[in-house]
């Protein structure tokens, strides 16, 4: 079903299916499936980029989960023989390999190069402490404007300009799920990204539907 048939239903459910397999390749990412991390992120950005050539999308979808490899391979560099994390050490080392891997990414699906350097800045204070989250949400700023088509999100109608927008947190808040390893935190995950891909979706079928009354015929 292409976007511009999609009712509020039908969209709520693809939203739901987007956000249950982003929650999937991070979960495969954390038990170390790679194919399955590629597969699950590839699900989500087939429907976020859904203008792109499929190539382009499966090469998005592949980087974001070799930045994930790609911090595990940091991270390996820098702990103790019990496992434990040298966060010194960890902050000190070469990230960049990472930012590379979101480049390749922000290349790939149109997202401005901004989002590499943000994404890779905001993975390696989430490991090794500080303030992740402003990263991430200006992060995902990039990929939400390339995702929606337009580089004015989030567009607020007032006061309060300084933010990422309401998707950008909720991402972040994902990220916060994510980090308490429950099932019960994944479902919360899961209902908290819905929302994020509803928008993407709703702009991607009111796009659709003004591109179509554009090339209908007029009446005469």
Request: glycine fraction near 6%; aromatic fraction near 10%; charged fraction near 30%.
């Amino acid at each position: 079903m292409v976007a511009s048939e999609q009712g509020d239903g039908s969209l709520t459910s693809t939203a739901r299916s987007m956000a249950e397999a982003l929650c999937a390749g991070f979960r495969a990412h954390d038990d170390a499936r790679y194919s399955d991390a590629v597969e699950a992120f590839y699900a989500v950005d087939r429907r976020q980029f859904p203008r792109l050539e499929d190539a382009d999308v499966r090469d998005g979808a592949t980087a974001y989960a070799d930045a994930l490899w790609a911090k595990d391979a940091a991270e390996s560099e820098c702990r103790n023989a019990d496992g434990t994390l040298r966060a010194v050490d960890l902050a000190d080392a070469d990230w960049g390999a990472v930012h590379r891997c979101f480049r390749r990414r922000a290349d790939a699906l149109g997202i401005d190069p901004a989002y590499a350097k943000k994404s890779a800045l905001a993975w390696r204070r989430h490991k090794t402490g500080g303030d992740y989250w402003t990263p991430m949400q200006e992060a995902q700023l990039y990929e939400l404007r390339a995702a929606l088509g337009t580089d004015r999100y989030p567009d607020k109608p007032s006061e309060g300009q300084s933010g990422f927008g309401p998707e950008a947190a909720r991402y972040a808040l994902g990220v916060e799920l994510h980090d308490m390893h429950t099932s019960h935190h994944w479902a919360q995950a899961v209902a908290v990204m819905t929302p994020y891909y509803e928008r993407i979706l709703r702009e991607h079928r009111d796009r659709d539907r003004r591109d179509a009354a554009r090339s209908s015929p007029r009446s005469i």
